[in-house]
Nanobody, 124 residues
């Protein structure tokens, strides 16, 4: 069974940094597209960052502040969140496994597996 288990997140002041990690079992993440998305009760699910075929993409809202990294040894993908702002407060989700030949990794409805979510709260 494929599982994605998230860790990290928490509460931080504006301008601070956090890391969220997504550890996989049952698949090798290196061979799959991985996406990060976030959601708040007031907003629809929002794209944050994703990786497909060796390329990484970031939303305009986080570009230059967030960074995806991979750890092949531990089969983990992480999201480094820097220079955090109160508007970044949300539950963050990792997702993996897109259909074969998918070209766009910012398509949350097409991911097969999701992590359980990590809460990030940024205080002003």
């Amino acid at each position: 069974e494929v599982q994605l288990v998230q860790s990290g997140g928490g509460v931080v002041q504006a301008g601070g940094s956090l890391t969220i990690s997504c550890a996989a079992s049952g698949i090798t993440l290196r061979g799959h597209a991985v996406g990060w998305f976030r959601q708040t009760p007031a907003k629809e699910r929002e794209e944050v960052a994703c990786r497909i075929e060796g390329r990484k993409y970031y939303s305009t809202a986080v570009n230059g502040r967030f960074m995806m990294t991979s750890d092949s040894v531990n089969n983990t993908v992480s999201l480094q969140l820097n220079d955090l702002e109160p508007l970044d407060t949300a539950t963050y989700y990792c997702a993996a496994i897109l259909p074969l030949h998918a070209a766009n990794c910012f398509t949350p409805e097409r991911y097969a597996k999701w992590g359980q979510g990590s809460q990030v709260t940024v205080s002003s």
